[in-house]
């Protein structure tokens, strides 16, 4: 079993860069990726970023790239989300998933509870 615990959520202004945490505790980091979701009052769960087990390959759904940068610290056991320019429909609870890889929830195994980030204008 896999643990994650996600931070760094908050009201924060258009324009911020706010960066989001994942730790994982349990049986850590053993293969595939990690991910960022995120999902909107009224809509469905989206896709935002993911990363590799080794670090070294990431991707992006379109509305974010050159805005945020998810990384990983495999010593700490953490994936970060930096994110960047916020803007108003970034406004979501952002969720981290491990255990899987791809696009769609379906394809991770275990979940954070989610952290709230809040874009005013």
């Known amino acids: 079993q896999v643990q994650l615990v996600e931070s760094g959520g908050g009201l924060v202004q258009a324009g911020g860069s706010p960066r989001l945490s994942c730790t994982a505790s349990?049986?850590?980091?053993?293969?595939?990726?990690m991910g960022w979701f995120r999902q909107a009052p009224g809509k469905e769960q989206e896709f935002v970023a993911a990363i590799n087990l080794n670090g070294d390959f990431t991707y992006y759904v379109d509305s974010v790239k050159g805005r945020f940068t998810i990384s990983s610290d495999n010593g700490k056991h953490t994936v970060y989300l930096q994110m960047n320019s916020l803007k108003s429909e970034d406004t979501a609870v952002y969720y981290c998933?491990?255990?899987?890889?791809?696009?769609?929830?379906?394809?991770?195994?275990?979940w954070g509870q989610g952290t709230q980030v809040t874009v005013s204008s």
């Open positions: 998933a491990a255990g899987g890889w791809g696009t769609l929830p379906g394809q991770y195994v275990y």
């Open positions: 349990g049986r850590t980091f053993s293969s595939y990726g």
